[in-house]
């Protein structure tokens, strides 16, 4: 198999999927429709928290952990998008619709240095891929030196995972701006504004979400606290999981570089599975993150075209006998990354 025939007719097929359509590969109907509802979710989800929720601890606990909900779907189908550029053929509209990620309490700006520079161009590359670190509370790598804990982090991985947007909220914005761990970061001389930006944003977010609350009504800080910490545990673990059945499987290429493929897209490939890709439930909730290779190879496309451009992906690899991955189901994606987990604990 020739690599840079295949991919240059893999991109002249995605390329003509919009020009013989005479379609944008910015945002369509779907994609409006999905703005209107996420816009909808998180104004209906505060008002009914803030109007009714001190009814009674578990009304309180019911609309907290729906209004949650709604930030989730925010953060994977309106601000991963708005922060790839795709939604809108305006930067400038992008970059405002990219603040979306801040009405879940995580800084726009950072995300973008740690997926944009940290992942996109160093998928499963150990030291390299920013979300391969996990806190160093997980091993998805033979590079990876081991440690005793993770012996049992096939059983555990989970309640790492349900900390993950708690985490992002607390701490690793202002470790990544203030102690950052990687060269990238170390070297990067963030803008002023972000500094402000990051500080004023998470105490709005923080305000409303646990201060606002307290001083409404007789909940205890206890209970406050609580309630917050199940809330982000649960979208914690939905988000991450949505994320990580993608990358670290058992059949994914764990590279030393990306220049051990023949170009780019070979490595899209080797690195990369889809799942769940005829699912209706994961098309209208998971922002396209479930067909994540076509999302690898063209990151400026919004997500609501994937599902089309994912048939011409497989009929591509078909042809040339390139291993394009794919688990049917999340149920089988999950166990994937499960035995993963396993083979990497002894």
């Known amino acids: ?39 909808a979710m998180w104004t209906s989800s505060l008002y009914l928290l803030f109007a009714y929720g001190g009814a009674n601890p578990w009304l309180f606990f019911s609309l907290y952990v729906f209004h949650c909900f709604a930030q989730l779907f925010i953060l994977l189908n309106i601000a991963h998008d708005a922060n790839h550029g795709a939604i809108f053929d305006t930067p400038f509209l992008n970059k405002l619709m990219s603040y979306s990620f801040e009405l879940s ?44 804990i993770y012996r049992f982090q096939h059983l555990y991985f989970w309640i790492i995972y349900g900390l ?46 646990i201060v606002l609350p307290i001083l409404l009504w007789e909940y205890s800080i206890g209970w406050v606290i609580l309630v917050f910490l199940v809330g982000h545990f649960i979208i914690g673990i939905i988000g991450a999981m949505v994320i990580q059945l993608t990358h670290p499987l058992t059949t ?22 889809d799942y769940s890709i005829n699912s209706n439930i994961a098309a209208c909730f998971f922002g396209g993150l479930h067909l994540h290779v076509i999302h690898h190879l063209g990151p400026n496309i919004c997500h609501t075209h994937y599902h089309n451009l994912t048939k011409i992906v497989s009929e591509v690899a078909s042809k040339y006998q390139v291993n394009y991955r794919v688990n049917p189901t999340m149920y089988d994606a999950v166990k994937d990354h499960y035995l993963h987990l396993k083979s990497l604990s002894h």
């Open 164 to 209: 993950f947007t708690a985490d992002w909220v607390f701490f690793k914005d202002f470790e990544c701006f203030f102690f950052p761990h990687t060269t990238y970061l170390k070297n990067k001389k963030h803008p002023p504004g972000e500094y402000v930006k990051l500080f004023v944003f998470k105490l709005i977010y923080i305000g409303y979400m």
């Open 252 to 273: 994914a290429a764990f590279p030393e570089s990306k220049n051990e493929y023949p170009n780019f897209t070979a490595f899209v490939f080797a690195t990369t599975a």
């Open 1 to 39: 198999m020739d690599a840079k025939v295949f991919e240059k007719e893999l991109y002249s097929k995605i390329n003509a999927y919009f020009n013989d359509n005479n379609i944008s590969r910015y945002a369509n109907g779907k994609m409006y429709v999905k703005l209107a509802v996420a816009a």
């Open 105 to 148: 309490g995580v800084n726009s700006y950072m995300w973008r240095e740690l997926h944009h520079a940290q992942h996109h161009s160093c998928m499963n590359i150990d030291g390299e891929d920013e979300s391969l670190v996990a806190r160093k509370l997980l091993r998805f790598t033979e590079k990876t030196q081991k440690r005793f």
